[in-house]
Every structure is written in structure tokens, then in C-alpha cells.
């Protein structure tokens, strides 16, 4: 198997897994307890908070535990929003947010009151910081009726999934109580700089929440140098265990919150519940790791994805490929743009879960794993302005510290092959094709009525490519 779905979840770093060990065996002692052993593994905790802290440019006070970026960022939305003046009730969110942030804030505002609005994106992916700036100013400056004076029911408890932010008028007077942009995008790896975002967040009064779990390990991140009042992030993105992940966020911003889980003082208050000692050590194994690796893994990872990328221009030709997501051309904007690792891309005229269901040896993604299988095109795509044809023909591929220059080339000639074979089954089912039978078999289906998942026979290539490959134009050894 080729793992090439990292964005998806990581594989335990060997390292990782030591550090943890010790956890489950004899320094299984509560953190809390106050004798000695209970308190040499609170010296665990405390030094995987530190790494945690430092990784994200964070004090080791503002790391809260939790069991994933998930229950961080409901902690954190929920808990802005439980706090907030009453006529500070809109959450703004970028329109290609992780379910973790979006259905959050939409259950947020259910229970306190107030309403979702989207923040657009443009075609490659990236926040559209005019869009956000005109959602948080609703009504010009001059026009603008003081906030004092605004009803809080002119909040409505609507949501506004258009994100079209409706009419400028009194009835978006409501103030945001916090925007939530993530720093890199899931399925194609788009960051977002969180510095333009914090200033006009807190221009505003807002809280800016960014969801930096897939950046988090892979990119520089530092909260306080970037205006980022409140992270989420999971140590399964990023080479430690599952079901362990943080909520980073300041004093004042933390003393906002209200918990979400009740029960002990674990966590200053804010996460009640014995602490997931391995889990955590592991976290903070990872984040140790990752800050020694960072920069060495970024050069390695953008070297594989843009090979890969490279290979199948030269199997299909680069008019069959489309890129979903920042292309790095030098001119458009300064910096990376796109997480090393992650490469999203369109193969014309193929269905992407059919060319999945003909890759049983290489682990790749049909849009995020909590939406792969499913035949709704991807949200993120669509967001981006993608038809929902273009979505539902992209692949997500995301490399990772394990994927070696071997693999990337037997990916790139197998998944070659699949989108060849898909798209010749379509071309098959839409009569361009004669359908390759022996005289005298049955007639087969369109190739649109044919289950294709399990399908494994062999079929003419597309008029004008051999089956035998073609080499690709930039092959590296
Ligand atoms: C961008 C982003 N945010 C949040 C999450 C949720 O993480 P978890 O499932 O570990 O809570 C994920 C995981 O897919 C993610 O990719
Ligand atoms: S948890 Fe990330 S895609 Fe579902």
C-alpha cells in the first residue's frame, strides 16, 4: 500500500510511540495525584505542554488538552459565543472550513443565539479578505448606527450559508463576535496568512479563531506573532496518536470561555476529566519532532508532490490535469501558498471514486475523509467556484515524513493507468468508443449503469495512447 492521504491522518512516528509507552506502563499514574508518582508524570504533561507551546509560538499556560482539533474548536466557539454582549452574535467562517469549525459555530448560534455567516474564497482557495472586511463593516462607517443601539434581536438566529452576507442595512448591525479562517486547507492544502485576517478581526472587536491542524507541524505557525487569539489542532495530523489535540488560546481570551465538559478543575477549568497522559506525551513528542524536521520535511514534501505532479503531466498530458488549489508560478503572491504535501488535482473526464475503486494499493482522497465515499461533490471545491463535474473528478494526494521518491513514482504510473482506464469506460459508455468485445459475448452496459468499484477487466486505452506509458517528460531518478 501506498499511503499518499496524510491530510486524512498520519502514521505514529516510531519516536512518538516510545515516548509514549512509558505512559501505559509504569508511569500510568494520575497527573493529578499529589504522591510521587502521580507527579513525575505531571512533569510529562508539563513538558509535552511546553512543546506543544513552543511549536505554536504559544506560553505553555495557553495549551488546553482535549481530545482533537474537533472538541477544541466547539470549545472555543461555543465558549465565545456563550460570553458574548448580546448584540455580538455573528460568526463569521471561510467558506472551506473543516466540518469541525463549521457545524460548531452553526450549533454555537443555535444554542446562544446569533448567526453563521461565510466568508467567500477565491478560485485558488485563499480567504477573500475584501469579502470578509465588507461582512464585518456591513453598514459604512458614517451611516453606522452606534452598537449600543442596536436590538439584539436584530441578531435573528438565521444562518446565512450563501455567504452573501444579504443587503447592507440595520438588520446586519449585529457586531461579530469572532471570525474563524483556517491557516491550511484540508483537501488542497491552501494557507491563509492569519496576520491580514487578525487585524481585521480585531479592527472589528472580534476574536480570530484559526483552525491550524493541518498546518500545525508543517509550517511555521506562532500565535502570538500572527494575531491568532484561539488555535485548534490534533496530534493525528502530525505524527503523534489519535483522540489527542489542543486549544491554544491566550489568558484573556481563555478567561472568556466557558467548558464545554464538567466535572474535575483538570485543564484550569476549561476541560474537565483525567488527563490522556500518552496521548499528550505523544502530542508533545511530535511537536518536538516536527519542530526539529520542519523545514528539511517541507523541502523534501514540495520536491514529491511537484514530481508527482510532473509524472502525470507526462502520463496524461497537461491539458488532463487541472490543479485545485495555489499553483506556486513566483508571481502571484510572495511565500508559499500551498502546504508542501498536498497536491489536489482534477483528471478530466474521470470520476474520481471510479479511479479510486481501480487503486486498491495507493491511499488517496476524494474530498475529506469524513466526506470520501460519498457522492456529493466536494463542498470545498464547490466553494471554490468548481463545477460540481470539476469536484467530483478531483483527487487529493498528501505525502508525508514516510513517503519515499519510489513511491511517488509507482503512484504516479498506477494512478496514470486508473484515470486511463475510467476514462475510457467513459468514453465507452458515451459511444465514442467501440466497447473492446469478443464476437460474440454478451452486449455489456453503459459504462454509467456498471458498478465500476471491483471492476478489473482490461480495456482498449483511449484512441492515441498506447498502453505501454509514455515516459514522462521530467522524470526525475
Ligand atoms: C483542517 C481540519 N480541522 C479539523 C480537523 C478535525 O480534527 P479531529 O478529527 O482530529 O478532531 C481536521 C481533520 O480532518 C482537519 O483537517
Ligand atoms: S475529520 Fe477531517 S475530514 Fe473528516
Known amino acids: 500500500m501506498i499511503y499518499l492521504d496524510h491530510n486524512a491522518t498520519t502514521p505514529v512516528d516510531p519516536e512518538v510511540l516510545n515516548a509514549m509507552l512509558p505512559l501505559l506502563r509504569e508511569h500510568f499514574a494520575n497527573p493529578a495525584s499529589p504522591h510521587p508518582a502521580g507527579q513525575a508524570v505531571a512533569r510529562l504533561v508539563d513538558r509535552a505542554r511546553r512543546d506543544v507551546a513552543v511549536l505554536a509560538g504559544a506560553r505553555p499556560r495557553d495549551v488546553v488538552f482535549t481530545s482533537g482539533a474537533t472538541e477544541a474548536a466547539n470549545l472555543a466557539i461555543a465558549g465565545v459565543l456563550a460570553t458574548a454582549p448580546p448584540n455580538r452574535r455573528r460568526v463569521l467562517v471561510g467558506a472551506t472550513e473543516h466540518p469541525a469549525v463549521l457545524a460548531a459555530a452553526q450549533a ?99 476574536l480570530f479563531l484559526c483552525d491550524v491542524t493541518q498546518a500545525f507541524g508543517r509550517i511555521p505557525v506562532s500565535v502570538t506573532e500572527t494575531g491568532i487569539d484561539l488555535a485548534v489542532a490534533s496530534a493525528h495530523k502530525m505524527y ?133 465515499g460519498g457522492s456529493e461533490p466536494s463542498p470545498v471545491l464547490l466553494a471554490m467556484g468548481r463545477s460540481a463535474t470539476a469536484a467530483r473528478e478531483s483527487l487529493r494526494f498528501s505525502v508525508g515524513r514516510f513517503t519515499t521518491v519510489d513511491q511517488i513514482h509507482a503512484a504516479a504510473a498506477t494512478v496514470a493507468r486508473a484515470v486511463l482506464r475510467v476514462q475510457s469506460l467513459r468514453a465507452v459508455g458515451s459511444g465514442e468508443v467501440p466497447w473492446p468485445a469478443e464476437p460474440g459475448e454478451p452486449e455489456l452496459p453503459a459504462a454509467s449503469d456498471r458498478p465500476v468499484a471491483g471492476w478489473t477487466g482490461e480495456v482498449s486505452p483511449t484512441p492515441g495512447r498506447t498502453p505501454e506509458l509514455p515516459v514522462p517528460r521530467s522524470a526525475l531518478p
Request: proline share 8%; net charge negative.
Open 240 to 372: 503523534g496518536p489519535k483522540g489527542t489535540g489542543a486549544l491554544i488560546a491566550g489568558r484573556p481570551v481563555r478567561a472568556r470561555l466557558t467548558p464545554l465538559i464538567h466535572g474535575g478543575g483538570q485543564e484550569r477549568g476549561l476541560r474537565a476529566g483525567t488527563l490522556n497522559t500518552p496521548g499528550i506525551v505523544g502530542f508533545g513528542a511530535a511537536a518536538r519532532i516536527a519542530a526539529a524536521m520542519m523545514d528539511d520535511e517541507a523541502i523534501r514534501q514540495r520536491a514529491q508532490t511537484d514530481l508527482l505532479f510532473d509524472l502525470l503531466v507526462g502520463w496524461l498530458g497537461a491539458d488532463a490535469l487541472e490543479v485545485n488549489g495555489p499553483v506556486e508560478d513566483g508571481s502571484a503572491r510572495p511565500g508559499p501558498v500551498r502546504l508542501p504535501n498536498t497536491l489536489n488535482l482534477r483528471f478530466v473526464g474521470a470520476d474520481a471514486d471510479a479511479v479510486q475503486s481501480c487503486l486498491p494499493d495507493v491511499a488517496v482522497s476524494a474530498g475529506s475523509a469524513c466526506h470520501g
Open 108 to 206: 454555537a448560534v443555535e444554542l446562544h443565539g446569533g448567526r453563521v455567516q461565510t466568508v467567500r474564497v477565491h478560485p485558488d482557495g485563499a480567504i477573500d479578505l475584501s469579502h470578509l472586511r465588507a461582512l464585518l463593516h456591513p453598514v459604512p462607517p458614517s451611516t453606522a448606527v452606534p452598537s449600543t443601539a442596536v436590538s439584539p434581536s436584530a441578531a435573528g438566529s438565521a444562518a446565512d450559508p450563501e455567504g452573501s452576507g444579504g443587503p447592507r442595512g440595520r438588520d446586519q448591525a449585529d457586531e461579530v463576535a469572532l471570525v474563524a479562517v483556517m491557516a491550511a486547507n484540508n483537501e488542497t492544502g491552501a494557507l491563509n496568512d492569519p496576520r491580514p485576517v487578525a487585524a481585521l478581526a480585531h479592527e472589528a472587536g472580534a
